[in-house]
């Protein structure tokens, strides 16, 4: 063969191409040309588009021809044109329809084979509109007496699939109690499939499904007692249905122990069982016998932890677990690292868990695997108090001098954290951090020198201390930005607490921090600048030597803005500027809000390399959107904690600050003199388009999407008990770049203030392209309300500054109990509320069709109770419910009335209260 | 004003965990099966595969079966020269996944006869068809190695009923 000078590998995956495209050439004439295609023909070729995308390339046609072959009687040409749908179509819609009619006559063909294949292929494509068309018909398939055992597995795996892509689709009925008793199916298999649905209907509805804790416990209890022959096929290498048996203990992990003792005693001779025979002598040496039988383990485990309340069992785990610890396997290894973590956080297991220390730290130094060494930095994290903290804070240091590199942040947050927790020395708090730069200054985030500062700002007791090991840690001929930072900070603050030493005076102070200067980077130059500001106060000998280099060409003329800025307004500063007055403006910063540390959100986010997020960006923006921009909203009172960026100079404290109080000084790091003195309110877009009418959809449910546009989608998920509540708010970014200092913001209105209680955390200002951020938001109802606040999110994207402000759905029904009343109780208690100021009645055109199911469903998500056979007249609707505040009770009762001909409705509210008439009434008219 | 230590049932944002997804690849890093149970755009599918190709490939063989990725825990076993790999979620249970890979095995060897590379290639159907007999929508359906084959062989029976030979690809020429 002659050598062309392309490699060989190259070559050959030209030619596959070049035949390739041939061969699609081919196929696509064969589907266009004139000649119909018989089934077999159209089923061959089918079968080799899906080889040639199975290859790696891109296939955009065939779908059609694929479709076809589902609606024919030949098995292979159907089973084709199943595969072809489930690897080839994600959810478009064209297809679906005609997807959907061909599964229909297969479910209803009787045919168990036809079945199954349908069943599959709701199964793997699972979109909505395939939930929508058959959400409602699988659950009889599945309860019928005549299904077959193989039908009534796929059909229940099938349903479980729509009920995780659309559970509001999937309707809770009385097949639910017959399912719960496929548990006690004879066919092992059928319990297997059955069981995984259990388990995920009954996260969701645990009241629905109580009765399976005790069939499972029997069931799980009649599997481990079994002798491992009895189960036959479903014993895998000498352990009786393993799946199963994971699956049962998984399934009574959605409950707390069971309350019946003898149910409870069954369950934990259970559990004592599966721990005795993790001691036995292995029945076979293969790995998949022993993999088996402690996946069961393991999960029991996993059981006993969430339990939580058995001492014995937890402390016979740790010791299962600590065995494993050393055991040659390196899968369990890792696994008994993993699990131990959790049982670390058990107050009855904690102590035995710190037994196991040593071992621990010694996989850190010795495991081979990245994976498992990290299993153990969590672990030590785990198990760390007060009593080792040190030592396990050691322990990471100097594991982190060779750490992975792909691991370093996550340890950096992780001693920091620690460090902080358990400090009862600051001191040592002090030089952890140090340390923390110096073996790892490039992995060490802004939440962590930031936090440093902080804390030695808020105790005095360390501030000389800190003051003196910074200085004696920049002495280092090469040291870390960070330190510089951290130090330029320190030093600008508290400086004077060592200038009395005369090997640290004010000028060698100086004199170092500014030997590090041509160094740095321009944010550092700038805190470095504002750090010779505060020295001019604090030192006024040194003040000409500050001057002079404020002066020089280098600062005054510095081709960067800030720098240059800095420089002229310093300068200008420390001429114009009496004693008094730069003792007001440069005084020491002071002490921060305690709250919890940022560096926790960190550490649960973690996602990458830190990002190096840049508060004076905000800050720019932020001024030209207040010249730019809408005016800002009026009288608007943030209530929340969520710090805005440009409340003080470095985003330290949690708080604006107080209108009253003197201007913050400018401290190390942050801003321009002018942005101190300017206004710091945040300016809140107004309203984004369409948010009324998401706001309207929120009023009857509690879940989905809020807002979208094309570069974020805010969903929410949220639940309401009595006058409380919980919402959880996830931020999504649609598009493949970070956004900057984002910031959501809650807001309400002087008016809503009092009445309503919104906390919650703020969220990692960065998002990653494509991820999702969760803020969990705390209510309380403290009385009725009208207004709804207003979420505002601000972030970075690209270049440009986003501004979005929707209201939050949380409306004074959410706060509904629902209540049942005969007949005669409703009527009485109408009548007694029959003064004018309690009763609102509005009279309204119907915007949506007039159903009575759907009428039904958005009362019931309206939150009152729906009374049957209340009304005398069947066509109207009444419902009656308590709306629970922190302060008082309110009584409700409705009555909708429709009118069909003049596509009309009449609503009537009565309550004790008119505001909340009032209210209830504008909230529900909005829905029919 | 704060709500103090107010806790409602943390239910919400929590599901039961669930396989993302299934994939064999080769040892040099050919796609040869893929199955995902939950919707993905072509575009992720492709990075992630890739990724994890990746990810996968670079482990040494005395490594643990386990790695986290992303969010998600990865399960893989080294069959021959074809990698096995399940994405599991985080509380799901990483031995019992393991096995599942061996059972699949197991039923593709006892099938085929002996596995190999060249089978699941030429008969990728077949690799799907089993799968999907034993696993459905992430979950297993039927762990009796017995029911399964059963199933697909009650199927093999159909296909030689309603039709003659079963040479789909060999025209193509591509092996």
């Given amino acids: ?140 398939v599945l309860v019928a007496g005549d299904t077959m055992d193989s039908v009534k597995q796929s059909a229940a795996l099938c349903l479980l699939r729509l009920y995780r892509t659309s559970p509001d689709l999937v309707p809770m009925g009385d097949w639910t109690s017959r399912v719960v008793h496929l548990l006690n199916d004879q066919h092992l298999g059928v319990v297997t499939a059955a069981t995984s649905l259990i388990t995920t209907l009954a996260q969701k509805n645990p009241e629905e499904f109580k009765t399976s804790v005790s069939l499972a416990v029997s069931r799980l209890s009649r599997i481990v007692t079994s002798a491992s022959t009895d189960l036959q096929d479903y014993t895998y290498y000498f352990v009786p249905a393993p799946w199963l048996s994971v699956k049962l203990l998984r399934l009574l992990q959605c409950y707390p122990p069971p309350e019946d003792p003898a149910v409870r005693g069954r369950l934990t001779e259970c559990l004592e069982t599966i ?41 016979r785990a740790c010791n299962q677990l600590g065995q494993f610890l050393q055991h040659r396997e390196t899968n369990l290894r890792y696994l008994a690292l993993e699990s131990m973590c959790t049982l670390a956080s058990s107050e009855f297991s904690h102590e035995a868990v710190k037994t196991h220390i040593e071992t621990v730290i010694n996989a850190l130094k010795t495991e081979r695997d990245v994976s498992v060494r990290q299993r153990a930095v969590d672990l030590l994290y785990a198990m760390c108090d007060r009593s080792n903290a040190p030592q396990i804070v050691a322990e990471m240091l100097s594991y982190l001098e060779t750490a992975d590199y792909s691991i370093r942040e996550e340890i950096v947050l992780k001693v920091a954290i620690l460090a902080e927790k358990y400090a009862v020395d600051y001191t040592w708090y002090v030089d952890t951090i140090l340390n923390l730069i110096r073996i790892a200054g490039d992995y060490v985030s802004e939440e962590v020198w930031y936090r440093v500062i902080q804390i030695v700002i808020n105790r005095d007791d360390v501030q000389g201390y800190a003051a003196k090991t910074v200085f004696e840690a920049l002495q280092a001929p090469a040291c870390h930005e960070n330190l510089v930072k951290v130090g330029g900070y320190i030093l600008g603050e508290f400086g004077n607490l060592i200038a009395g030493d005369p090997r640290s005076s004010p000028l060698i102070q100086f004199n170092l921090l500014h030997s590090k200067f041509h160094l740095c980077s321009v944010p550092t130059r700038a805190l470095l600048l504002s750090t010779y500001i505060k020295f001019v106060n604090l030192f006024p000998e040194v003040k000409p030597t500050i001057q002079d280099v404020l002066r020089s060409d280098s600062q005054l003329r510095n081709a960067d803005v800030e720098l240059q800025q800095r420089a002229v307004e310093y300068l200008r500063l420390s001429t114009v500027a009496s004693t008094d007055i730069l003792a007001t403006v440069l005084e020491e910063m002071p002490p921060f809000p305690e709250r919890e540390s940022s560096i926790l959100a960190k550490l649960k986010k973690k996602k990458g390399p830190s990002t190096v997020t840049d508060l004076e960006d905000t800050k720019r923006e932020r001024s030209v959107d207040v010249n730019g921009g809408p005016e800002p909203a009026p009288a608007s009172t943030s209530t929340m904690s969520t710090p805005s960026p440009s409340a003080d100079l470095l985003g330290l404290g949690a708080a604006p600050p107080a209108p009253a109080g003197p201007p913050p000084s400018s401290g190390g790091g942050g801003g321009l003199l002018v942005d101190v003195f300017s206004d710091s309110a945040s300016v809140v877009a107004p309203l984004a388009p369409g948010s009324e009418d998401n706001f309207a959809r929120f009023v009857c449910k509690n879940n989905g999407v809020l807002f979208e546009n094309q570069l974020l989608q805010i969903g929410l998920k949220s639940e309401f008990r009595q006058n409380l509540g919980r919402m959880f708010i996830f931020y999504g970014n649609k598009t493949s770049t970070q956004f900057l200092n984002f910031t959501p913001t809650l807001i309400c209105s002087d008016e809503l203030q009092p009445n309503l209680n919104l906390q919650t955390k703020p969220v990692d ?92 469903a958005k009362i019931i998500g309206f939150g009152s109770a729906l009374l049957e056979e209340v009304d005398p007249n069947p066509a109207n609707f009444v419902g009656a419910g308590i709306i629970h505040t922190k302060t008082t009770q309110i009584g409700c009762l409705l009555r909708l009335e429709p009118n069909l001909q003049a596509q009309m409705y009449r609503l009537t509210l009565r309550t004790s209260k008119e505001a909340v008439s009032q209210r209830l009434c504008e909230l529900l008219s909005a829905q029919f | 004003m704060s709500l103090g230590n107010v806790c409602l049932p943390l239910v919400l944002p929590s599901h039961p965990p669930q396989m993302r997804f299934m994939l064999l690849f080769s040892r040099q890093g050919k796609l040869r099966l893929q199955k995902w149970y939950l919707a993905t755009s072509d575009k992720e599918r492709k990075k992630m595969v ?126």
């Fill in chain 1, 1 to 140: 063969m002659i050598y062309h000078g392309k490699h060989p590998a190259g070559k050959s995956k030209e030619a596959e191409i070049k035949r390739i495209n041939k061969e699609l050439a081919n196929i696509r004439s064969k589907f266009k040309g004139d000649k119909a295609l018989d089934g077999y023909s159209k089923k061959k070729y089918v079968c080799k588009l899906l080889f040639i995308f199975l290859l790696g390339h891109d296939i955009d046609f065939g779908h059609m021809e694929a479709v076809n072959l589902l609606s024919s009687n030949r098995y292979t040409e159907k089973q084709i044109g199943y595969l072809f749908i489930s690897v080839l179509v994600n959810s478009n819609s064209e297809l679906i329809r005609l997807i959907n009619n061909a599964i229909k006559n297969d479910l209803a063909s009787r045919n168990p084979t036809f079945m199954g294949l349908a069943l599959h292929c709701i199964a793997s494509v699972g979109s909505r509109e395939m939930a929508e068309a058959f959400a409602g018909e699988i659950p009889k």
């Fill in chain 1, 275 to 315: 721990l005795n025979k993790a001691q036995e002598p292995p029945k076979s040496k293969k790995v998949q016998h022993s993999n088996a039988k402690n996946a069961v383990l393991f999960e029991a485990i996993s059981l006993i932890i969430h339990h939580d309340s058995e001492p014995n069992l937890l402390v």
């Fill in chain 1, 765 to 856: 200002p960065t998002v990653e392209g494509g991820a999702q951020v969760q803020q969990v938001v705390n209510i309380e109802c403290v009385s009725d309300f009208t207004e709804a606040p207003v979420l505002n999110i601000q972030f970075r994207y690209g270049g440009t500054f986003q501004n979005v402000s929707v209201q939050l759905p949380i409306t004074l029904n959410k706060f509904f109990q629902p209540t049942e009343m005969a007949s005669q109780d409703f009527f009485q208690r109408w009548k007694q509320l029959s003064n004018p100021q309690q009763e609102v009645q509005n009279i309204f055109k119907a915007k949506h069709p007039m159903d009575t199911e759907v009428t039904k």
């Fill in chain 2, 50 to 175: 890739r990724e994890l190709m990746q990810v996968v490939l670079a482990r040494k063989p005395k490594m643990c079966s386990f790695l986290e990725w992303r969010d998600l825990k990865v399960v893989y076993k080294r069959y021959a020269s074809l990698y096995f790999c399940c994405a599991i979620e985080g509380q799901d249970n990483e031995l019992i996944t393991l096995e599942l890979i061996h059972r699949y095995v197991e039923l593709l060897d006892k099938y085929f006869g002996s596995v190999c590379e060249l089978d699941i290639i030429f008969n990728f159907e077949k690799a799907y068809f089993i799968l999907d007999e034993f696993l459905m929508g992430g979950d297993v359906q039927d762990t009796s190695k017995k029911s399964v084959l059963k199933a697909i062989e009650q199927a093999d029976l159909l296909q030689e009923e309603d039709e003659s030979p079963r040479s789909v690809l060999e025209e193509m020429g591509l092996a």
